[in-house]
Each structure stands twice: as structure tokens, then as C-alpha cells.
């Protein structure tokens, strides 16, 4: 009996944080450890994932599947070098190609999920646009990635409270409820819904069933951090403050995966087009990837492939 | 899921009721960083007179839970109504690929095997989320020299028998066994050291 893909979407509101950089080598310290692992870029614009795992035109794309070319992506799936590791690679081949409508991400995700493998990593563009961090949805186990900067902490919270509504917007039934959370959205609302929290205490005001799928909603909820970029003690204790606000403000437990320090040999990888879990295990970097691998697979209690036996 | 302002003092601080002092200790540091006036990752979403509030609040708990008087009357004060929140102060232990092997120690870095060469010193040290300045300041080691250690700029430190003392007051103020960390270390410097020559001149 085939088990479902574990799906990972990674994501963090702000471009250049390393979201790319990050399922390159996570997929690769993964795929290196025996899992089944597809890869996938869903960001028909800003699209490189393939470049980071040396692949330099993947021919078929998920633009095939957007322009209805190819109705499942099994078909798109491409090979990379790094064995166990496919990618859907997402290029912009036509200018003005359409980014996939909300029906065709939902389906997207699903076919992602049912893949044959036992990790698919999404790598999300920029933004909190629902084009973008509807995809969060695909997974419970999401990675907000930051760097310690202002403006990429900034865009993560208003990334985890984007997803954060979306989800809960399916998860309420009643209309009328569904309405305050979509005023809640909208960060500067005249009602002063400024946390999920203060959302919650509307919500259950209104009607305390749809206050307990709430609470359930919200604990389900548990995005993973990691801090990219990391160059000093302050930096690496930035993942704890952030899962600290999460807590505090918005009632959702983060679990804290771990950082990457900021290293040149990270930075050669990238300009090698090879991940630098692979072509330099050795680098500081690597060692921190494989570290944060480790600790996403233990949390999700996917046995060692090595261990599976043949059966 | 309660507001910060209805937290228990365990709440406020992060720490399931049963924190040793250390570990108090060491929540109220980390929560007084992450709510202190300039930090990175609360001024967007606390401002004035909340963020005072909070720190207030932080100061509290730690005044009653640090004192072992006080936390008593205020643990039976608390009742033993609710279990100890489920949350996890520390870092998650280190796991590996293999059966997840459990450490209760926080920031530990068992995992490398190998001998303790600078780069590892200084992972080991930002996992402890301790920076250069702190080690000088509390060892007396100027943090040039600490730098170094961590860089292997061997020909830049002075004669061995100081860079011996560097190392072991190094890894005792990070946690480490000092005296195996410097024999680790040492070993590195000895195979190392005879190939770097200080560089008076740039180019040939």
C-alpha cells in the first residue's frame, strides 16, 4: 500500500530569502538519504528551481499544465543528477504566460500530493497573494523562511497570517463568520482585528461552536522556521523571538527547524548551479541543511527509507 | 490559547512548570531579547506602551519564578488544576536520519564527530547563542584572538602554550569539555601551524 507524498510547501513573503536555495538542498539532503523526492516550482515567474539542481532547461514545465498542454504532471516530472531527486520545473516560456487559477492550483495540489514519492517540496513565490500562499495549504508542514532583516520578518508575519486565514476562511461554516474573517485580512480593518488572537475572541462572540473549529484550526496550524542567512548568536536566537510573537500574538505554535549561516561556499553552489549539500558536504552551510533536513523529517515521522526494506 | 495578558507566569516566560532555574534563567534572557526596545523580531507588532507592558509582565514572572520562595507560594497559589503547558523551551534535541536519538541538553551539538577545528568551535558557540564579545568579556580573551581561533589564523595568534589557554577558556565558557576540545584542537593547530607563515607582504 502506497503511502501519500508528505508535502512541503516553503514559503516567507519576501523574495531573496533563499526559499529556492533552501528546497534545492533540503530536497537534496533528503533524496541523498534515501526518500523519494520531487521538487516542485510553482513560481511561473520568478521560476529557477531547476537551475539550482543543475538542471539547465527541464523542457517540460508546469507551464505545460497552466496552458492545458498536459493535464497531469506526471507527465512533466524531469529528472536532475542527484539520484531519487525529480523536479517539476516551472519556466516562463511565454511572456505573459497566466499564473494557474485558483481551480487549477487546487488541482496542482492535489495531483502534487498524490505523486509517488515520499517528500514533495513546493517552493512558493514572493507575495501573500492566495496565488501564492494558497499553496501553503498543501502541507502542515510549511517552512517560512526568514533572514534577519526588518523587511523579511515583516512580510513572514504577514505571510503566516495570510495563510493562516486562508485556511481558517474554509474551515468556518457559518457566513456570517467567514465575512469577519475576511474583514481580518485586511491588516489596518476598522474593527481592530489586528491578531488571530483578537479574531478568535470575535469569532467565538459570535458563535462559540465555530470558536472551537477555530481553536482546532489554529492547532493544526504549526509552520516551521528556518533562519537563512545567519551571521551572529542574535541572529541564530531570531528564530526563537519569531516563534516567541507567533505564540504570544497569534496562537499558533512554530517550530523553530533551524538556520543556515551565512557562507561563501553557499554562495559558490549557487553561482556552480549545484546544491551545496552536495557539492561541498563539508561547508558550514551544508552542515546546517542537513541539520535542519534531519530535524523535518524527525518531526514528521517518516521512517528511515534505509530501514523500509525491500517490501 | 490564551492572550499574553491572561498568561500564568510559566506562560509568560515559556516554560513548562517544571523549568529548573537554569532553565528560568535562561527563558527570561531569550524573552527579554525578543521584547527588549530594538528588537528585529516584535517592533512591527508591538509598539509603546504595550511593549512596556509585556516587558513589565516578562519581569514579573521572573522575579517570582527565580526566587524559590516566592515560586513555591505561587505554584500552590496556581493549584494543580492544569498540567504544565505543552510547550518546549528548548532547542528540539539533535536527530538524526538514524532511530532519533534524544539529548535533554539544549543547544547540543553531540552530533559531529571529528576533531574541533575553528569552524566548529564557532557553530558550537552559535548554537549556544553566545556571541564573541560575551566569551572575551567573561574569559579576558580579546575577541581579536577569539576571532582568530575560529578563522585558524594561526600565524596570527601568539605562541602555543597561550593558544592552548585560548582554546580551553573558550570551550569552558560555551559548555564544552575544555580539555578535550583543546586537545582536539591542538592537534589541528600542530599539523597546520609549520604551513602558515606570517604574511608581511601582500603578493610575491
Redesign the interface.
Known amino acids: 500500500v502506497r503511502r501519500q507524498a508528505i508535502a512541503i510547501p516553503v514559503g516567507g513573503g519576501k523574495g531573496g530569502v533563499g526559499k529556492t536555495f533552501l528546497v534545492a538542498n533540503l530536497a537534496t539532503a533528503l533524496a541523498r538519504?534515501g526518500y523519494r523526492v520531487v521538487a516542485a516550482d510553482v513560481d511561473l515567474e520568478g521560476a529557477n528551481l531547476h537551475t539550482c539542481v543543475g538542471v539547465p532547461d527541464p523542457g517540460p514545465s508546469l507551464a505545460d499544465f497552466v496552458a492545458r498542454r498536459s493535464t497531469d504532471i506526471r507527465e512533466l516530472l524531469v529528472d536532475t543528477p542527484i539520484p531519487n531527486l525529480r523536479i517539476l520545473a516551472a519556466t516562463h516560456g511565454s511572456f505573459g504566460a497566466p499564473q494557474p487559477r485558483q481551480a487549477e492550483r487546487v488541482r496542482l495540489m492535489r495531483q502534487l500530493r498524490e505523486l509517488d514519492a515520499d517528500f514533495v517540496l513546493v517552493d512558493l513565490g514572493a507575495g501573500t497573494h492566495p496565488a501564492v500562499v494558497d499553496y501553503f495549504m498543501i502541507g502542515e508542514a510549511g517552512i517560512v523562511v526568514i533572514t534577519?532583516?526588518?523587511t523579511s520578518?515583516?512580510n513572514a508575519?504577514s505571510f503566516l497570517r495570510a495563510a493562516f486565514y486562508r485556511r481558517l476562511e474554509l474551515a468556518m461554516l457559518s457566513h456570517q463568520v467567514r465575512e469577519v474573517v475576511a474583514l481580518a485580512m485586511d491588516e489596518r480593518n476598522e474593527r481592530g482585528i489586528r491578531t488571530p488572537?483578537d479574531l478568535?475572541?470575535e469569532v467565538r462572540a459570535l458563535d462559540p461552536e465555530e470558536g472551537a473549529r477555530f481553536?482546532e484550526t489554529?492547532r493544526a496550524f504549526r509552520p516551521r522556521l528556518v533562519v537563512n542567512e545567519?551571521r551572529?548568536?542574535?541572529d541564530?536566537?531570531?528564530g526563537?523571538?519569531?516563534r516567541?510573537?507567533c505564540?504570544?500574538?497569534f496562537?499558533i505554535?512554530a517550530?523553530?527547524l533551524g538556520y543556515v549561516?551565512h557562507d561563501e561556499a553557499a554562495r559558490r553552489s549557487v553561482r556552480s548551479r549545484r546544491p551545496v549539500v552536495e557539492s561541498n558536504p563539508g561547508s558550514?552551510a551544508a552542515?546546517?541543511l542537513e541539520?535542519v533536513a534531519?530535524?523535518l523529517?524527525?518531526?514528521l515521522g517518516r521512517p528511515?527509507p534505509r530501514a523500509d526494506g525491500a517490501s | 490559547v490564551k492572550p499574553l495578558f491572561e498568561q500564568d507566569h510559566y506562560e509568560v516566560l515559556e516554560v513548562p512548570r517544571d523549568t529548573g532555574p537554569d532553565g528560568i534563567e535562561r527563558a527570561y534572557r531569550l524573552i527579554l531579547s525578543t521584547y527588549g526596545e530594538d528588537s528585529l523580531a516584535t517592533y512591527s507588532m508591538v509598539h509603546g506602551a504595550d511593549s512596556a507592558a509585556i516587558r513589565e509582565r516578562v519581569e514579573t514572572a521572573y522575579r517570582v519564578l527565580s526566587d524559590a520562595e516566592s515560586r513555591r507560594s505561587y505554584d500552590s497559589s496556581l493549584g494543580g488544576g492544569r498540567p504544565s503547558p505543552d510547550l518546549e523551551f528548548d532547542e528540539t534535541p539533535e536527530i538524526s536520519m538514524e532511530p532519533p536519538k534524544v539529548s535533554s541538553e539544549p543547544f547540543d551539538d553531540l552530533d559531529e564527530a571529528g576533531d574541533y577545528d575553528g569552524a566548529r568551535l564557532r557553530r558550537a558557540r552559535l548554537r549556544r547563542g553566545v556571541d564573541l564579545d560575551e566569551i572575551a568579556r567573561r574569559t579576558k580573551v580579546g575577541s581579536n584572538y577569539l576571532t582568530y581561533l575560529e578563522d585558524e589564523r594561526f600565524a596570527e595568534l601568539p605562541p602555543r602554550v597561550y593558544v592552548r589557554g585560548f582554546v580551553m577558556a573558550f570551550a569552558a565558557c560555551i559548555g564544552l569539555d575544555a580539555v578535550s576540545v583543546a586537545e582536539s584542537y591542538m592537534r589541528r593547530y600542530d599539523a597546520e601551524r609549520p604551513r602558515q607563515r606570517r604574511r608581511f607582504y601582500r603578493g610575491t
Open positions: 538519504a534577519p532583516e526588518p520578518i515583516e508575519y488572537l478568535l475572541r481553536v489554529m545567519a551572529t548568536a542574535e541564530v536566537k531570531l526563537f523571538s519569531v516567541s510573537v505564540r504570544k500574538f496562537g505554535e517550530e523553530y549561516n558550514d552542515i546546517y541539520r534531519r530535524k523529517v524527525a518531526g528511515d
